[in-house]
């Protein structure tokens, strides 16, 4: 196969509800889509949803424009291969940048599996024919506001609830014991998780004892785990709180690499991993992460960055994948987009969605959709 013509459109989308995390607050996001095409005239897509500011990673979308258009794209362009995995050696002199790669990466996936005829999920070797999503809440004004946001999802029919959490800071008051034990009160048999996004202070910091305090005091509602609550770089703490807690500790931000996830393994940084595909840099590197945890022991599932309908998919597939036991952010469009870049939408009855059975990607993107909403697009040709 070989990558005759690449197009990146820069598109942004609104929320249907806006979204707050212990860093920041958001009411729109813009991903960037990747189109590849082959010489048979068989096209793939992927998305790169680097959030816009570089909070959740040094990446931004703006930097990830830049990546795609004056490294990645033009390092593909032109390439025979003949697997997707094969993809990544093309600008493997790159570094970082996991969330621009990941766009690449997914779109030399899906146009592999539309050209083979099989779907994503398949050929990525998955076996599951649905999986369970879960929703993820962010920070809500109120206690009564985040327990309406619960009460709504699990109405509809979702069995995971993941809770965004925040330490008290120069960010504003701390959000994590209260609305914890609110929601469990309310719920006393929900799968209910937290996810700090790495803001509790390590032992170097100023608030450590406090940190370690709140971070004990959530060892009591039984959550499903406690998500990154430290910040990226720092393994020793995360093993040192999975020592002495019950809850496992499950890292996203911390693992970027494969050696990453070694170094997580070996030191009990945690029990659980967040694998997201935009994170690690695409889906060979999920796939091989998931292989990696599975052996551990660690069980695994798919984190999302509140994809387009094109990650969302990848989401999908590469949820399918045995050791993915745990449920996954793959909520239906809906939770977030009123219209979505894929037809039809993913969505969810009571819980799980289907593995699209069709080949490639398996729905149609909307390219007038794409181009109603695109700020800027590029295409380059080999
Ligand atoms: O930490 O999981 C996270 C969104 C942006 C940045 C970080 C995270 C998230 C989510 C989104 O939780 C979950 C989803 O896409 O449904
Ligand atoms: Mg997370």
Redesign the pocket.
């Known amino acids: 196969m070989r990558i005759v013509e690449a197009v990146i459109h820069d598109v942004e989308l609104p929320l249907v509800h806006s979204?707050e995390?212990s860093s920041h607050r958001k009411s729109s996001l813009r991903h960037l889509l990747v189109q590849l095409t082959d010489e048979s005239g068989t096209t793939g897509w992927g998305e790169i949803?680097s959030?816009a500011g570089p909070?959740?990673a040094a990446e931004t979308t703006t930097m990830a424009w830049h990546t795609a258009t004056e490294y990645l794209l033009p390092a593909v362009l032109g390439k025979e291969w003949e697997h997707p995995e094969q993809i990544n050696g093309f600008f493997a002199a790159v570094r970082g940048h996991w969330f621009a790669k990941a766009g690449v990466d997914m779109a030399a996936w899906t146009l592999f599996a539309a050209r083979s005829g099989q779907p994503l999920a398949q050929t990525l070797g998955g076996t599951r024919q649905s999986v369970v999503a879960?929703?993820?809440l962010?920070i809500e004004p109120s206690i009564d506001e985040l327990l309406e946001q619960v009460a709504k999802h699990v109405d509809s029919g979702y069995p995971r609830v993941?809770l965004?959490i925040a330490p008290s800071g120069p960010n504003g008051r701390s959000w994590d014991v209260e609305p914890v034990k609110a929601v469990r009160d309310a719920y006393p048999d929900l799968d209910v998780h937290v996810?700090a996004?790495g803001a509790y202070p390590g032992r170097d910091q100023a608030g450590y004892d406090d940190a370690l305090a709140a971070l004990r005091a959530l060892d009591q509602y039984g959550l499903t785990m406690i998500?990154?609550p430290f910040a990226p770089r720092n393994f020793l703490d995360s093993a040192r709180l999975q020592a002495e807690l019950d809850t496992p500790v499950c890292l996203?931000?911390s693992v970027e690499t494969l050696d990453d996830l070694r170094t997580a393994l070996e030191l009990a940084a945690g029990g659980v991993l967040?694998i997201?595909v935009s994170r690690m840099g695409g889906l060979s590197a999920a796939r091989a992460a998931h292989d990696l945890a599975q052996q551990a022991g660690w069980p695994v599932w798919c984190?999302?960055?509140?994809?387009f309908g094109i990650g969302?998919l990848a989401?999908v597939a590469i949820s399918s994948l045995p050791g993915f036991t745990l449920p996954s952010?793959?909520?239906a469009s809906n939770?977030?987009y009123a219209q979505d870049v894929i037809t039809p939408p993913v969505t969810a009855e009571n819980g799980v969605v289907q593995v699209p059975e069709a080949p490639g990607l398996g729905a149609e993107v909307r390219t007038e959709l794409i181009a109603a909403h695109a700020t800027q697009v590029r295409t380059f040709t080999a």
Request: charged share 35%.
């Open positions: 979204f995390t949803a959030p909070y959740y879960g929703v993820s962010g993941k965004k996810d996004n998500e990154q996203d931000e967040n997201k984190g999302g960055m509140h994809e969302r989401n952010d793959v909520s939770k977030y």
